[in-house]
């Protein structure tokens, strides 16, 4: 495997269920991010890691959980989340402290809430 | 919350035309343009990035303009492809605890027809 890959590429669940979206990055970065991808809205920056600490929470509610157990691994824990929830949910992986960071992006999780 | 407002929404251009997407931003500590280019399917890549201390940058058929004092930049697609097909988002960054978050654009739907 090589780059940014996520797994399940597709969910479908109801708004009583319990899932996981992972995230593996394979590009030695130290930086990973969750964004969400609506139709006509820009991505929406939902939680920063930098080296396994979360830096960032863009007043993300709380049935989303992020967990950064590594460098190399994210994951979002998700719970009684909404219809609105349903959205393409992208990982992303990014090399901090240089002078530009480009951002490397993961296919993303097809979520619909029912 | 910081804005970067792209346009149009959506572009139709023939095979061999040129493609024109512009973005504007407000934060003047932006230091950092990239555009991400996302097919459908696929997470958003990094096509070309500029700094504001040049007023533009080529790579092949894709040239980037800066204008720095009217907080304005753009995407120039030159001899469009139907394989540039694609939504493209501009974003803008500034270093925040050494690492350049982007602020995405809401994108643009390119259709290229052969």
């Known amino acids: 495997e090589t780059g940014v890959t996520q797994t399940p590429r597709h969910l479908v669940m109801g708004m009583t269920n319990k899932k996981s979206l992972k995230c593996e990055q394979h590009?030695?970065?130290?930086?990973m991010y969750w964004y969400k991808q609506s139709a006509k809205k820009p991505l929406e920056l939902m939680f920063v890691?930098?080296?396994?600490?979360?830096?960032e929470n863009n007043s993300v509610p709380s049935r989303f959980s992020p967990e950064c157990p590594n460098s190399s691994h994210l994951f979002l824990h998700l719970h009684t989340l909404q219809p609105e929830d349903s959205a393409l949910y992208l990982c992303?992986?990014?090399?901090?402290?240089?002078?530009?960071?480009?951002?490397?992006f993961g296919p993303g999780t097809r979520l619909t809430v029912l | 919350q910081q804005q970067v407002k792209q346009s149009p929404q959506s572009l139709i251009v023939q095979k061999g035309g040129i493609s024109i997407i512009n973005c504007a931003y407000e934060?003047?500590?932006?230091?950092?343009f990239p555009w991400y280019q996302q097919f459908p399917g696929k997470g958003p890549a990094l096509l070309i990035a500029?700094?504001?201390?040049?007023s533009e940058k080529k790579e092949g058929r894709f040239t980037i303009s800066f204008n720095k004092s009217a907080k304005q930049f753009s995407l120039h697609i030159m001899d469009s492809q139907p394989g540039d097909s694609a939504t493209y988002f501009c974003?803008?960054?500034?270093?925040?605890?050494?690492?350049?978050?982007?602020?995405f654009g809401r994108g643009t739907s390119l259709i290229v027809h052969p």
């Open positions: 992303a992986s990014s090399q901090p402290g240089g002078s530009s960071d480009t951002q490397y």
């Open positions: 590009l030695g970065h130290n930086a």
């Open positions: 890691y930098n080296f396994k600490e979360q830096t």
């Open positions: 934060n003047t500590a932006f230091d950092y």
């Open positions: 500029i700094r504001p201390d040049v």
């Open positions: 974003a803008a960054s500034a270093a925040s605890g050494g690492s350049y978050i982007p602020t």
